[in-house]
């Protein structure tokens, strides 16, 4: 009997603690997508334009990222003359990059298509993140810098992690860090935000942008211009034909 009793004892407080872990989690995803605007905001969101200034290995260059929710991302970014452009859809990725030796569209590998999937959404990678296919786990809290950030594993449904951290204080994700390649060597890519600010209909972007490849190299981002809700032709993310 008293063992019976010490086996339920232990089962609801395993039941309690499940309970509020899962509260604890929501808790801080739904003060996050308040402070980026609020669920209505983020709801409404179906397009977005930014423009960029970037720093990148002491040259400097010009770049824009256009997306349509749900549907596709293209990057497009001017390095010492070269025109360089990554496509990502709800299906697959293109890109150009001279600077690689592909001065025509190339399809993307699967892995990096994988590890991008999460590019065709403009709003915050926690909103409604069950209903595009990620799963989310809390692992307890971490320090960013000076801050005693929230971690946050999400796993997308191509199956690739990535790590957010986020402020406790203004529940922003400051930082974020993803396993990926360069040069066919893998590399922890972190990307820190900083700069937070509000645009006039209410939505809450960084407009300082650090990615550090796996301590070789870094690129600063200044973003310049934010178009909320922009209308956007479909076709720039067709693959050029050859």
Request: aromatic share 6%; glycine share 8%; charged share 20%.
């Amino acid at each position: 009997m008293k063992t019976l009793k010490h086996s339920l004892l232990l089962l609801t407080a395993l039941v309690c603690f499940a309970q509020v872990h899962a509260q604890t989690t929501d808790d801080i995803v739904n003060k996050h997508i308040e402070a980026m605007g609020g669920k209505d905001k983020q709801a409404q969101l179906k397009s977005l334009h930014m423009d960029m200034t970037m720093q990148i290995m002491g040259n400097e260059a010009l770049s824009s990222v256009t997306i349509v929710e749900g549907k596709g991302s293209r990057s497009e970014s001017d390095v010492m003359g070269q025109k360089v452009i990554q496509v990502v859809t709800d299906t697959s990725g293109w890109m150009i990059n001279p600077m690689a030796g592909a001065a025509t569209a190339q399809a993307m590998p699967e892995e990096q298509y994988k590890q991008g999937a999460n590019q065709i959404y403009a709003t915050s990678p926690l909103y409604n993140y069950t209903e595009k296919g990620s799963t989310l786990e809390l692992q307890g809290q971490e320090k960013v810098g000076d801050v005693n950030a929230y971690k946050l594993k999400i796993t997308n449904k191509a199956g690739n992690a990535a790590t957010y951290y986020i402020d406790p204080n203004t529940y922003y994700i400051i930082q974020m860090s993803v396993n990926g390649e360069m040069m066919g060597n893998p590399v922890t890519i972190t990307v820190t935000n900083s700069d937070f600010q509000k645009t006039p209909e209410g939505y809450v972007f960084p407009r300082a942008i650090q990615t550090d490849m796996g301590g070789q190299f870094s690129i600063t981002a200044k973003v310049t211009k934010v178009d909320v809700n922009p209308t956007v032709d479909a076709t720039i993310f067709d693959m050029p034909k050859q």
